[in-house]
């Protein structure tokens, strides 16, 4: 039995599996050009990320880690709203 279907999509036409294809590709060509656009302000936004956790940590307030230094003011059972009200 011979089809005009491409063995991998026997759901589709020749047609419409040419058109999937094209499709594909200005997708990706879409999303390649949405990539390149926003490199250099991810690259940016890395680089000040990277600056400012080397502040933190320069100045004492986070560990190798990104964990705080200090400990909490309170107790961690203490509600940062007070003593609870007497009734």
């Known amino acids: 039995m011979t089809t ?7 759901a589709l036409t020749a047609e419409q ?3 999937l294809l094209q499709a594909s590709a200005q997708l990706g060509t879409a999303v390649a050009e ?3 656009a926003a490199e250099p302000a991810l690259r940016e936004l890395g680089r000040q990320l990277a600056e ?3 502040a933190l940590q320069q100045v004492g ?3 190798a880690d990104g964990h705080p230094t200090h400990p909490a003011n309170r107790p961690a059972w203490q509600s940062p709203y007070g003593p609870p009200r007497r009734r």
């Open 4 to 10: 005009d279907q491409p063995s991998n999509s026997p």
């Open 17 to 19: 599996h040419e058109q």
């Open 34 to 36: 949405i990539i390149q």
């Open 52 to 54: 400012l956790l080397a």
């Open 61 to 63: 307030l986070i560990d």
